[in-house]
């Protein structure tokens, strides 16, 4: 099973951290050092620009334990010693954890994993021993109906001020009930400009005959199907059967072009095996750092907004402490130092203050407005996720 | 007598306790999950337990994945005998005191994880890769694609496999005793001959052994086809790796991996059948 995980890494727990090491040193380490040195200096002195976020300690309905007693009682309960949390592997800032428990004098025991199996696997016993978890954004309501996570109070997570406005009510958790968003990407298409001479928009490219061998789709089930279905007009989402079949014959019809469905857009881009892939926005930014030809849009037809949130685990034996922690992780500073680090967009609008402007600037992690605006969410169907899986299954043994 | 029973009884006991919880155990519970249903989450129930998932699995549309596999499964078989055996000999017959040595040889790369010696051809054989730098040093213009073909699944399958045809092979070939080819060539046969009907005769087998012990793995494998291969060289395996990873429709993966069992066993028996009869009479 260990083999299994290992190939099947969904997509995000290396990104941009791995590419500022490999890039050890170089013009990255130059422009990011400083900054983080910035925001980790932030700890020890609290920036004045800080403002509209809830500086460390300060907010009124604040849960962080204060050490040093506050001059008035508040009503919240005091939070537990201990706090468990599991995350995806390099998928936080570097003193995130180091910086909770100065603040807050929890002590943070932090595991990770490495793919959504393991993780689905474990928090599906329902007493992991873990607090907060990450899952991506398409579990939640799963869990929640098999009350595999429990309702966050949100009077104890007073920074949800700060997410942005398309955050505040998602799709996949309407009013942020049972989640935190934690960081966003999206599904789009990525090709090499050294290769192909046009400029592309439309998801048609990965159908063009003229590359036949050199495209490659994600080896995603519903990301596949929300390229067929998007193409064709209709809804990531869709259940309709006849909307569906048509999906299917559109990627029966694409599948004699493709070299190959696989997860690793960043291997098959660099390598230059593919000019034009279905990929996913923050991979790219990864692939430029070692082909910089490669270039990455969101199809004018729309693509996918993808996320994971924060959770507070059934069965967690700390849930103030927790509260505590998913409020921190929306202070703006933290978000914004969590996105320094990994490279990936949070929904934190008060964060883009202290947000690097290189990563503000790149179009693959932060998409302009008007592409945003064109982004469906990929949901839990339910019952429903069979019709995909069994012309997915046609589709992949079909010769 | 009733105490050799008995201790017949207790010698057999441990190989049946292995067969029973390391293989029949969960080939029973494979085939309980595959009459399941799955439920909205991705979970087994056991309502409307039936046959449903067999009738599913029964497609047409398998048929390529079905011809895939054998394919690849039978090519890496040959292939894996055809170099297992001059390898096996040479070491056999001219290993002399450094045997031992040259079968730790055999098994070094074992000591690495197979993923990760697959991810190595990977490197090789990509269009950037090492194959397709050497050729466009001697002036090749376009990259010859080798990643993502049939020919990259085989090669990383026999790649992959070979010892496992090399080690019965070795133990068939070394047990035969020299003074039997010695014999046929006093007898006036040629070195082709006492080959064909003394040696390799003799050897089957390890021939025998050295096949199921390359064809199973390989009809099993999904890593490979997953890795080297491409779009069109989807197998079987992989469909069930993806029924129970991504789709997490576990009953209906079961119904295929349990009927590719099924299939793998019968058809061994069936052929170690034949051969037992043509071969060794």
Redesign the interface.
Same mark, same amino acid.
Not at chain 1, 74 to 101: H, K, S
Not at chain 1, 360 to 370: A, E, G, Q
């Given at each position: 099973m260990s083999e299994i995980d290992r190939i099947h890494w969904p997509r995000r727990p290396i990104s941009r951290r791995r590419m500022l090491r490999g890039m050890a040193g170089a013009s990255a380490a130059a422009a990011f050092g400083p900054l983080l040195a910035a925001c980790g200096g932030a700890t020890t002195t609290p920036s004045p620009t800080s403002a509209p976020a809830t500086p460390a300690g300060s907010a009124p309905g604040s849960s962080e334990p204060t050490p040093t007693a506050t001059p008035e009682p508040t009503p919240v309960p005091a939070p537990e010693g201990e706090l468990y949390v599991y995350n995806w592997a390099d998928y936080i800032g570097e003193d995130t954890i180091a910086r909770f428990q100065d603040q807050t004098g929890i002590r943070v025991t932090y595991d990770f994993f490495d793919s959504a199996e393991t993780q689905n696997a474990k928090i599906a016993t329902g007493n992991s021993g873990y607090d907060v978890s990450f899952p991506t954004s398409t579990y939640v309501k799963g869990f929640v109906e098999r009350k595999l996570i429990q309702p966050l109070d949100l009077s104890l997570i007073p920074n949800v001020v700060n997410l942005g406005a398309e955050w505040q009510d998602p799709g996949y958790d309407p009013g942020n009930a049972h989640s935190m968003p934690y960081m966003w990407w999206t599904t789009g298409v990525a090709y090499d400009t050294a290769k192909i001479g046009e400029t592309l928009t439309s998801w048609s490219a990965l159908w063009d005959e003229r590359w036949s061998g050199k495209l490659a789709m994600l080896d995603d089930m519903r990301e596949a199907f929300a390229a067929a279905l998007i193409r064709l007009g209709f809804s990531a989402n869709s259940t309709s059967d006849d909307e569906l079949d048509q999906a299917l014959a559109l990627l029966q019809e694409q599948k004699p072009l493709l070299r190959t469905y696989t997860t690793d857009d960043i291997g098959v881009l660099s390598s230059g095996d593919v000019w034009v892939a279905h990929a996913w926005g923050a991979d790219v930014y990864q692939v430029q750092a070692e082909r910089d030809t490669v270039v990455y849009y969101i199809p004018e037809e729309g693509g996918i907004r993808g996320s994971d949130t924060m959770v507070l685990l059934a069965g967690a034996q700390h849930p103030i402490a927790a509260h505590a922690f998913i409020n921190f992780m929306l202070d703006a500073e933290v978000a914004a130092a969590n996105t320094n680090y990994i490279g990936y967009m949070g929904p934190n609008a008060a964060a883009r203050a202290f947000i690097d402007p290189a990563i503000l600037d790149d179009p693959t992690v932060n998409p302009d407005r008007s592409a945003i605006e064109k982004l469906q969410e990929i949901l839990d169907l339910g019952a429903d996720e069979q019709k995909f899986s069994d012309r997915w299954t046609r589709l992949r043994a079909g010769g | 007598m009733g105490g050799h029973r008995f201790r017949d009884a207790a010698l057999f006991a441990p190989g049946l306790s292995w067969l029973l919880v390391f293989f029949l155990a969960p080939l029973a519970v494979i085939f309980v999950v595959s009459l399941a249903t799955? @439920? !909205?989450?991705?979970g087994v129930v056991f309502e409307g337990f039936g046959f449903h998932n067999y009738r599913?699995a029964l497609?047409p549309?398998?048929?390529?994945?079905v011809v895939n596999s054998l394919k690849y499964a039978s090519a890496t078989t040959v292939l894996s005998i055809a170099i297992a055996y001059p390898v096996a000999y040479w070491i056999s017959r001219y290993g002399g005191r450094h045997k031992a040595l040259l079968i730790v040889l055999v098994m070094l790369p074992f000591w690495t *994880?197979? $993923?990760i010696r697959t991810y190595a051809w =990977?490197i090789i054989l990509? @269009? /950037? +890769?090492v194959v397709n730098s050497v050729l466009a040093a001697f002036g090749a213009s376009e990259?010859v !694609?080798l990643? /993502?073909t049939d020919l990259a699944v085989i090669l990383g399958m026999t790649y992959g496999f070979l010892p496992f045809a090399i080690l019965p092979l070795y133990v068939s070939i070394d047990r035969l005793d020299p003074a039997l080819v010695q014999a046929a060539r006093d007898l006036y046969a040629s070195g082709r001959a006492a080959f064909l009907h003394v040696t390799l005769p003799l050897t089957m087998p390890g021939i025998i052994a050295a096949a199921i012990l390359t064809f199973i793995p390989s009809i099993g494998d999904f $890593?490979t086809p @997953?890795?080297l +291969? +491409?779009? !069109?060289t989807?197998t079987?395996a992989?469909?069930v790796?993806?029924?129970f =990873? *991504? *789709?997490? @429709?576990w009953p209906?993966g079961a119904a295929l991996g349990f009927l590719l069992i099924v299939v793998t066993i019968a058809g061994t028996l069936a052929g170690l059948r034949f051969l037992r009869q043509e071969v060794i009479g």
């Amino acid at each position: 099973m260990s083999e299994i995980d290992r190939i099947h890494w969904p997509r995000r727990p290396i990104s941009r951290r791995r590419m500022l090491r490999g890039m050890a040193g170089a013009s990255a380490a130059a422009a990011f050092g400083p900054l983080l040195a910035a925001c980790g200096g932030a700890t020890t002195t609290p920036s004045p620009t800080s403002a509209p976020a809830t500086p460390a300690g300060s907010a009124p309905g604040s849960s962080e334990p204060t050490p040093t007693a506050t001059p008035e009682p508040t009503p919240v309960p005091a939070p537990e010693g201990e706090l468990y949390v599991y995350n995806w592997a390099d998928y936080i800032g570097e003193d995130t954890i180091a910086r909770f428990q100065d603040q807050t004098g929890i002590r943070v025991t932090y595991d990770f994993f490495d793919s959504a199996e393991t993780q689905n696997a474990k928090i599906a016993t329902g007493n992991s021993g873990y607090d907060v978890s990450f899952p991506t954004s398409t579990y939640v309501k799963g869990f929640v109906e098999r009350k595999l996570i429990q309702p966050l109070d949100l009077s104890l997570i007073p920074n949800v001020v700060n997410l942005g406005a398309e955050w505040q009510d998602p799709g996949y958790d309407p009013g942020n009930a049972h989640s935190m968003p934690y960081m966003w990407w999206t599904t789009g298409v990525a090709y090499d400009t050294a290769k192909i001479g046009e400029t592309l928009t439309s998801w048609s490219a990965l159908w063009d005959e003229r590359w036949s061998g050199k495209l490659a789709m994600l080896d995603d089930m519903r990301e596949a199907f929300a390229a067929a279905l998007i193409r064709l007009g209709f809804s990531a989402n869709s259940t309709s059967d006849d909307e569906l079949d048509q999906a299917l014959a559109l990627l029966q019809e694409q599948k004699p072009l493709l070299r190959t469905y696989t997860t690793d857009d960043i291997g098959v881009l660099s390598s230059g095996d593919v000019w034009v892939a279905h990929a996913w926005g923050a991979d790219v930014y990864q692939v430029q750092a070692e082909r910089d030809t490669v270039v990455y849009y969101i199809p004018e037809e729309g693509g996918i907004r993808g996320s994971d949130t924060m959770v507070l685990l059934a069965g967690a034996q700390h849930p103030i402490a927790a509260h505590a922690f998913i409020n921190f992780m929306l202070d703006a500073e933290v978000a914004a130092a969590n996105t320094n680090y990994i490279g990936y967009m949070g929904p934190n609008a008060a964060a883009r203050a202290f947000i690097d402007p290189a990563i503000l600037d790149d179009p693959t992690v932060n998409p302009d407005r008007s592409a945003i605006e064109k982004l469906q969410e990929i949901l839990d169907l339910g019952a429903d996720e069979q019709k995909f899986s069994d012309r997915w299954t046609r589709l992949r043994a079909g010769g | 007598m009733g105490g050799h029973r008995f201790r017949d009884a207790a010698l057999f006991a441990p190989g049946l306790s292995w067969l029973l919880v390391f293989f029949l155990a969960p080939l029973a519970v494979i085939f309980v999950v595959s009459l399941a249903t799955r @439920d !909205q989450f991705g979970g087994v129930v056991f309502e409307g337990f039936g046959f449903h998932n067999y009738r599913r699995a029964l497609e047409p549309d398998f048929l390529p994945t079905v011809v895939n596999s054998l394919k690849y499964a039978s090519a890496t078989t040959v292939l894996s005998i055809a170099i297992a055996y001059p390898v096996a000999y040479w070491i056999s017959r001219y290993g002399g005191r450094h045997k031992a040595l040259l079968i730790v040889l055999v098994m070094l790369p074992f000591w690495t *994880s197979f $993923v990760i010696r697959t991810y190595a051809w =990977m490197i090789i054989l990509r @269009d /950037n +890769g090492v194959v397709n730098s050497v050729l466009a040093a001697f002036g090749a213009s376009e990259p010859v !694609q080798l990643l /993502n073909t049939d020919l990259a699944v085989i090669l990383g399958m026999t790649y992959g496999f070979l010892p496992f045809a090399i080690l019965p092979l070795y133990v068939s070939i070394d047990r035969l005793d020299p003074a039997l080819v010695q014999a046929a060539r006093d007898l006036y046969a040629s070195g082709r001959a006492a080959f064909l009907h003394v040696t390799l005769p003799l050897t089957m087998p390890g021939i025998i052994a050295a096949a199921i012990l390359t064809f199973i793995p390989s009809i099993g494998d999904f $890593v490979t086809p @997953d890795l080297l +291969g +491409g779009a !069109q060289t989807t197998t079987i395996a992989k469909i069930v790796q993806t029924l129970f =990873m *991504s *789709s997490r @429709d576990w009953p209906y993966g079961a119904a295929l991996g349990f009927l590719l069992i099924v299939v793998t066993i019968a058809g061994t028996l069936a052929g170690l059948r034949f051969l037992r009869q043509e071969v060794i009479g």
